[in-house]
Every structure is written in structure tokens, then in C-alpha cells.
């Protein structure tokens, strides 16, 4: 079977952000970037899979040359090739998912296994957006994955509890962070990757322009947080959130 | 300029001591690692940080069974297995990269002491001066994890004359009897494998010895005061038995066996000094930020804001130092054909090319640590000296690392005695300065030469201060090379730190010049250095406060 996976390259999580001083994005000068972390889960998911039956994990990314470094930890960790879609255009979800439509169309995967969001903009749009668009079954959020006889079980977790669907595969599953803890890539991986394929296509090879709907006019910085105050009693912190105006009475 | 002839035909400036003479050329610095070897750093930084920072308590304690499990772990990831040729079932990386992810793996003292000595000493012996048939035996094991090694060199009596050695070795009909004490052996409650220099009728000899010959035994932990993680115990030798061909290298020849495998152990002992001290800083500058007094953090205090500037200057300068070392190091290891039959002679070569830089990067890597850790509890006031806090522990374990792998006393006196034996010194009288620095370094040297000549090595404070003005001197022109080379933010914060540290150094500088210059009757020779005022001191604190401590990796 063939898995899917497409990874975002993404600023460090942890890295603290800055916006660039007219507004209009973030200063990447400084910022070290990496795979989406749900990426990186569904690559550690695709490649847990691969490791226990016969499975080619595809991993797929779109934009700058740069993306190649997440590429390459993808195979680090474990897939098989990877595929870079050259593009300096912005993009909004409903873009990228256009263009893996195309790309989905011509690897035909078995199975999608994406992030359920990219945690630079949240949008949680692409799986559910890619699915509709090719017209497949989608299982979002999971947190169990299960390769039955040519179907796919999800369990997630939702407020009411533990939901578990089915679908025929091909279909399109995105990860919630409790799936699977992704492993430390050995030092063999990585020079192993070093020699793996990355096939490039520009964009327009691929036969689709997206139009960004979505445009950014400004970015700004949330205001810094005001120092607290300690209070010493109950009745005190009732009194101090009345002050402000939070509880009535 | 420089009269050294160069076999490998490097550029002069990767050669060994070619920055006595002001050779810049080539320098090597973390910033040219590329992807691939950044994520390996990462990956190491990361399995420091969530394996083995979660359980400092437990692995003081001494937990059975832990640190073993830890070091395979690292061992299944690759990290043992870095610098061994591919031939012998190693990665083949660089030495500067291996050194890196042996630095981010060294956040803890006890859990780089233990890795650091099995990926190191107690393995490159092996690779280095190892049979084929040696390093199909041990390796394998070493480099999985599945067996721990040790180093085993010192002996009650012996410690930094580590030639008395008292040791025996008989040849009997079916191998070597070894019989004698070996102290302060790391690593030897979990060892398979101890590296152990003998004296037989030629001289000192290596042999590998393992835990299960006859007539080995492992004595009681010491009581240290620091590093109680690793493991530091006696290794006594009663008659053991080791068979002929675990003799490693040339019977008689075991000291350039010690000597070579401590050349780059020091080398790499620079770095497991600087994980530490980039633990240290981390806290220090995390504290600063939250602590108030006076209604203020204390870290917009001046006198806290110096301290981690200083502390983030001084790591700058010894990781510059460190990785250009690693790039002289590369140059002359890649000239070696591990094939080749006489292997054993160019590596031996090849890690004699570095010794000046090795020893004096221990010593300035050590003190840095020493200072991020004793500045990190400052900063810290009374809370620092409890255990509740991590800096207790920090200072604790730094201490050791001035004494082992050569104290830093025997590596001052080693560079200046090496630098008087290969005629260096003599070479550098009509060398042309550089900077003024440079200058100042090349007016002390001829001066202690002009009236001591080769005597000067019976004089060990001309020694010593000669040794640290090469030190600080090398310091000093690593960051501000590697400053210039670097863009972006992190060059704005490397020149901010050559500078800061330009300035302490010439501090230095002009207090040992003083005193060479004053005990070779040339009391009136200028040796005061130009000084920038501290003007950088808000910036490189400012960043160090954003990061949360020391900001590149
Ligand atoms: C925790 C720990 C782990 C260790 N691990 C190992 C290991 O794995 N394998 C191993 O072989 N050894 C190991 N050692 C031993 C270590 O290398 C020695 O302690 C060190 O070399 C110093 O020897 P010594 O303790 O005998 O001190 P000494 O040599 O007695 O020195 C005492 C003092 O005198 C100074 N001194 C000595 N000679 C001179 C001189 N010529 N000129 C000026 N000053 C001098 C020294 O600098 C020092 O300050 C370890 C030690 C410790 C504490």
C-alpha cells in the first residue's frame, strides 16, 4: 500500500515570534523551523505502519526550497521519498488543498494521513477541505489508527467521549497529538535519508493555481500582559474581581 | 610566515598552532554545520532534555540500572557510534560534529562524564591504534551500547605522572599477567571493556581488558562530591590473564596510546564542559527574570546583567575556540586512509596535530564552566545554595572537570613545554603581529626567550602565564573571526560577545605580560590594550534574558 503524508514547514513551536516592524509578517531571520508537530505525528504514524506491513510512506511538502530540511526529517524518520511542490505563493487551506488533491491524484495513495492543523496559523481547514474535494471519507482527530481489510478504523476522542469510525480506504485521516509519541531520529536515519529521493515539481507542472483567498493585511504583536497582583484572601479575590468588573454584585 | 612545514598541505591556518603566528585562515565554527547535522545536534539536545534531565535525582542516587539504560538508549539512536570509520561499523561523521552532539548531550556532569568517557577514550583507542581483529572484537559491542567501556590510566600513586605508573605486565606462556590498582576509574561498576596501561619489560604498554578475565575485580564506589551519577571506582588487577593480541598498538609504546587518546579527549572534554555551563546559564538567566527584589527582577539589575553577559562572552570564546580546534582536527583525521596498513601511525599523527589547541581548550572550556556555574548560583543568592534549585548540583559537578584529563595546571605546563621542545617559541621571534594582542603575546614570548632560553620550562609561572596568554590569545581570535564570518542576529550577538571578551581578556592579557616582562628585567615594557568601555554588556545580556540563556545552538 502507499500512505500519504503531507508536511508543513513551520516556525519552531517554541521559539519565541516576532513581527517584522511594518506589519507585514513574521521576522523568520532568527527562527528555526520544523515539521508541523501533527505532521510529524502522522509521518511517525505512516512509518509505524510501513514498519508492520509491506507500505511506501510518501511524504509531500509546498513552498520554498527550504521545506526540503522538513523533508528530509520526514525520511529521516522513516519514509520512503518525498515530494517538494516549488512555490512562492501564500496559500490558504483551501489552496493546499487543491494542490494535494493533484498530487493525491497522481500518486493515488491508499490511505491520507495528515495533521489535523498546522500550528502557525490554526486554520484546521486542509484534511476536511482535501476530502471534500476528492470526494473521500474523512476521520479527523485521531487518536488510534487500525488497518483493517481494505478499511481504516479511527478512534477519537471527542467531549462525549471515545467516537470510533470506519472508512474504506482511500480516505483521508488527520492526528490529533495523543496518536503516538514521535521517536528521536537516529543519526543512521538521517544519513540514510541523505540518499532517498526528493522529486521536485514546480506549481505549475502540476496543473492548478490556487487563488489566496485569504489575505493578510497586518500582523501585530498582543499587547504585553499586565503584571498580576497577589491578593491574600478569598473575600479579597471577590472584591478585586468586582472591582474590575468580572463578577456583578 | 611560519617556518613549520606542512605534509598535508593544508592552508597555515589548519595547522596545529598555526594561531601562534596569527593564521586565521579556514577557521571551522558551528555555524557551517549543515541541515543534516543540525538535526543530529537537535535530536541530541532533545534526548538530553526529556531522558535525562527528568531524572538527575535518581541518577545521583545511583539508581540500578538507569544510567545503563539511558546510555544504550543513546547508543540505539547512534550517538557512540558518531566518529568510528564506517569500516568499523561507525557513522564516519566529523569530529567537530561529534564533538557538537556530544555537547548538547552534555547538559548533566554524571551522564556526560559516562558517555562521554565510553564514546571517547574508551573507545578511540581502539579505532585508532586497534587490530583489524581488536576492533571486530570489541567494537560492535562498544558502539551498540550492549557493552560500556572505561579508560584506566591513573593509579594511586600515579595521577598527573601518569608515566610512574607501577603496573605490571608478564608475559607468560598464554598472554599477559597485569597486576596492580588503577584508581578513579569512571565508568568501571558498568564496564565490559578497560583500556589499562601496564608497564612490561619494553615500557607502557595498552592492553583492552575485559571485566570477565580472571583477576579482575571492580572495588566499592567513592564518595564523591559531585558527579554522583557516575560511577567512579578502583579497578584491581590480581594476575589477571589477557591474552597476547589484546595488546593494543606496539609493546613499549602505550604512552603515545595515552597521550593521543587524551588529545582528543580533552579536546572533547571542552565540550562536555560547555553542556554544563549552557545548563547554567539557562537557569541563571530564567531566575534573573523571575526573581524581584527591590520591586524589580533582578536580572535589570547592572551588576546581574554583567555577570550573564560575561558567562554568555566566555562560552562564545571557548565554543569558537572548541569547533575551530574541531576543524583543525577534521583536516588532519580525512588525511588518514583507515584502509591503509600504517593507520595506526597517522592517526597518531593526526591527533598529535591538535595537542596545543586540545590542551588549552580544556583548560579555557573548564574555567568557563567553572565561572557560568559559580555565576549561575550568585545569581540565584541563598535559594542557589539549597538542592532545590538545579545550580547546586551544577557547581557541584563542574568541579571535577579542572582535575580530570589532565589538571589544568599539567595542561599549562604541557603547552609551554611542548611549545619550547618543537621550537615554536624560537619561531615565533620574527613573527609579524597581527593585532595588538598578538603583539603583546610575541613581546612576552621574546622576552621570556631572550633571557631564559629553553630554561624557561623550569620556570613554571613563565610557563603558565605564557600558556594562558596563547590560551586567551586563541580566545580572543576565534570569536572575533567567527564573528565576522556569522550574519543575521547571530552575528550581531557574536561580535557583541568577541568584544566583551576581547576586552576581559586583554585584562588578562596585560597582567601576564606584566609579570613576564617584570621577571625578565624588562619591567617598563607597555602593556596596556585598548578597552570598549563594556558597551556590550546590555546587549548580550538582553539576548541572553530573551533566549532564556545561551542563544545559539
Ligand atoms: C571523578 C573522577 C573521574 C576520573 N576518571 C578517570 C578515568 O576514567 N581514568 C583515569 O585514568 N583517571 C581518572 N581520573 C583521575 C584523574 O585523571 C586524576 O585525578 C588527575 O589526573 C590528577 O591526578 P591526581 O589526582 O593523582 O593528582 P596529583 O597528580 O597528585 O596532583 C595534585 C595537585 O598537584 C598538581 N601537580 C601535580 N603535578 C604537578 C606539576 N608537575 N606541576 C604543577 N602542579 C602539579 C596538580 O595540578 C594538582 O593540583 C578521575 C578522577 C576523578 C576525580
Not at chain 2, 404 to 414: A, D
Not at chain 2, 465 to 494: C, H, I, K
Request: aromatic residues 6%; charged residues 25%.
Amino acid at each position: 500500500m502507499k500512505i500519504l503524508v503531507p508536511v508543513k514547514r513551520v516556525p519552531d513551536p517554541y521559539a519565541k515570534v516576532s513581527v517584522l516592524p511594518d506589519g507585514s509578517g513574521l521576522d523568520t531571520t532568527a527562527i528555526k523551523f520544523e515539521i508541523n508537530p501533527f505532521d510529524e505525528i502522522a509521518v511517525e504514524e505512516a512509518v509505524r505502519i510501513s514498519e508492520q506491513r509491506e507500505a511506501e510512506v510518501v511524504v509531500v511538502s509546498i513552498g520554498k526550497p527550504e521545506c526540503e530540511e522538513q523533508l528530509r526529517k520526514a525520511l529521516a524518520i522513516g519514509a520512503h521519498r518525498g515530494i517538494l511542490v516549488e512555490t512562492e505563493a501564500n496559500l490558504d487551506s483551501l489552496g493546499v488543498a487543491k494542490i494535494l488533491k493533484k498530487v493525491f491524484e497522481k500518486e493515488s495513495p491508499d490511505l491520507v494521513i495528515m495533521g489535523k492543523q498546522a500550528i502557525d496559523d490554526d486554520a484546521n481547514q486542509a484534511g476536511q477541505m482535501l476530502a471534500a474535494l476528492l470526494d473521500l471519507p474523512q476521520m479527523t482527530f485521531a487518536a488510534k489508527v487500525e488497518l483493517l481489510d481494505g478499511k481504516a478504523r479511527v478512534t477519537r476522542e471527542t467531549d462525549a467521549g471515545q467516537e470510533t469510525l470506519e472508512a474504506p480506504m482511500p480516505c483521508i485521516i488527520t492526528t490529533d497529538l495523543r496518536l503516538n509519541e514521535p521517536r528521536y531520529v537516529a543519526l543512521p536515519g538521517i544519513i540514510k535519508a541523505r540518499s532517498k529521493p526528493i522529486e521536485k515539481i514546480p506549481l505549475a507542472d502540476l496543473g492548478v493555481e490556487p487563488e489566496c483567498r485569504v489575505h493578510t493585511l497586518k500582523l501585530r504583536p498582543p499587547a504585553p500582559r499586565q503584571a498580576g497582583r497577589r491578593v491574600e484572601s478569598v473575600d479579597e479575590l471577590i472584591a478585586a474581581l468586582k472591582e474590575k468588573g468580572v463578577l456583578n454584585g | 610566515m611560519s617556518a613549520m612545514p606542512d605534509p598535508t598541505g593544508a592552508t597555515q591556518g589548519l595547522r596545529g598552532g598555526a594561531f601562534l603566528f596569527g593564521e586565521t585562515e579556514d577557521l571551522f565554527s558551528p555555524e557551517q554545520f549543515d541541515a543534516d547535522s543540525r538535526l543530529m545536534v537537535e535530536t541530541a539536545y532533545s534526548f538530553c532534555k526529556k531522558e535525562v534531565l527528568p531524572v538527575l535525582d535518581r541518577l545521583d542516587a545511583q539508581e540500578d540500572g538507569l544510567m545503563e539504560s539511558l546510555v544504550r538508549k543513546a547508543c540505539e539512536l547512534g550517538f557512540a557510534a558518531c566518529e568510528a570509520p564506517e569500516r568499523c561499523g561507525g557513522l564516519g561523521l566529523t569530529k567537530s560534529l561529534a564533538t557538537r552532539i556530544l555537547e548538547a548531550l552534555s547538559l548533566n556532569g554524571s551522564f556526560s562524564t559516562t558517555f562521554g568517557v565510553h564514546a571517547g577514550i574508551a573507545q578511540s583507542p581502539i579505532v585508532l591504534f586497534g587490530s583489524d581483529a581488536l576492533r571486530e572484537k570489541y567494537l560492535p559491542h562498544l558502539l551498540s551500547g550492549e557493552w560500556m567501556g572505561a579508560y584506566a590510566l591513573s593509579e594511586p600513586n600515579s595521577g598527573s605522572d601518569a608515566l610512574s605508573l607501577q603496573t605490571k605486565a608478564e608475559r607468560t606462556a598464554d598472554g599477559y599477567r597485569l597486576t596492580g590498582t588503577k584508581m578513579w576509574i569512571s565508568n568501571a561498576k558498568w564496564a565490559q571493556t578497560f583500556i589499562v596501561f601496564a608497564r612490561t619489560n619494553e615500557g607502557v604498554t595498552a592492553f583492552v581488558v575485559e571485566r570477565s578475565f580472571p583477576g579482575v575485580t571492580v572495588g566499592p564506589e567513592e564518595h564523591k562530591m559531585g558527579l554522583k551519577g557516575s560511577s567512579t571506582a578502583r579497578l584491581e588487577l590480581e594476575g589477571a590473564l589477557v591474552p597476547e593480541e589484546n595488546l593494543l598498538y606496539v609493546e613499549g609504546e602505550g604512552h603515545r596510546v595515552a597521550f593521543n587518546a587524551l588529545n582528543l579527549g580533552r579536546f572533547k572534554l571542552a565540550a562536555m564542559a560547555l553542556g554544563p555551563a549552557r545548563a547554567a546559564l539557562h537557569h541563571a538567566a530564567q531566575y534573573a527574570k523571575q526573581r524581584k527584589q527591590f520591586g524589580r527582577p533582578i536580572s535589570e539589575f547592572g551588576l546581574i546583567r554583567e555577570k550573564l553577559a560575561r558567562c554568555a562572552a566566555m562560552f562564545y570564546a571557548a565554543e569558537s575556540m572548541l569547533y575551530r580546534t574541531g576543524g583543525i582536527v577534521d583536516h588532519a583525521f580525512q588525511q588518514v586512509d583507515d584502509a591503509a596498513p600504517d593507520r595506526a601511525e597517522k592517526y597518531r599523527r593526526a591527533a598529535e596535530e591538535c595537542a596545543i589547541e586540545a590542551s588549552i581548550g580544556k583548560v579555557f572550556a573548564t574555567e568557563t564552566l567553572a565561572l557560568c556555574a559559580d555565576e549561575a548560583l550568585q545569581i540565584h543568592g541563598g535559594y542557589g545554595f539549597t538542592e532545590e534549585f538545579p545550580v547546586a548540583r551544577i557547581y557541584r559537578d563542574a568541579r571535577v572537570t579542572r582535575i580530570y584529563e589532565g589538571t589544568n595546571e599539567i595542561n599549562r605546563i604541557f603547552v609551554a613545554t611542548r611549545l619550547t621542545k618543537k621550537g615554536v617559541f624560537q619561531q615565533l621571534l620574527d613573527c609579524e603581529a597581527t593585532d595588538e594582542c598578538h603583539d603583546l603575546f610575541l613581546r612576552s614570548v621574546r622576552a621570556a626567550w631572550e633571557t631564559m632560553g629553553e630554561n624557561l620550562i623550569s620556570d613554571q609561572q613563565i610557563c603558565a602565564r605564557l600558556s594562558d596568554m596563547a590560551m586567551n590569545l586563541y580566545a580572543v581570535q576565534s570569536a572575533a573571526v567567527r564573528a565576522t564570518q556569522a550574519t543575521g542576529p547571530q552575528g550581531e550577538f557574536g561580535r557583541a560577545c568577541a568584544a566583551l571578551w576581547r576586552e576581559q581578556a586583554g585584562v588578562a592579557l596585560a597582567a601576564a605580560a606584566a609579570e613576564v616582562f617584570g621577571r625578565c628585567g624588562k619591567a617598563g615594557e607597555p602593556v596596556s590594550l585598548s578597552s570598549s568601555g563594556g558597551k556590550d554588556v546590555d546587549a548580550i545580556a538582553t539576548a541572553v534574558l530573551e533566549s532564556d540563556g545561551y542563544p545559539i545552538l
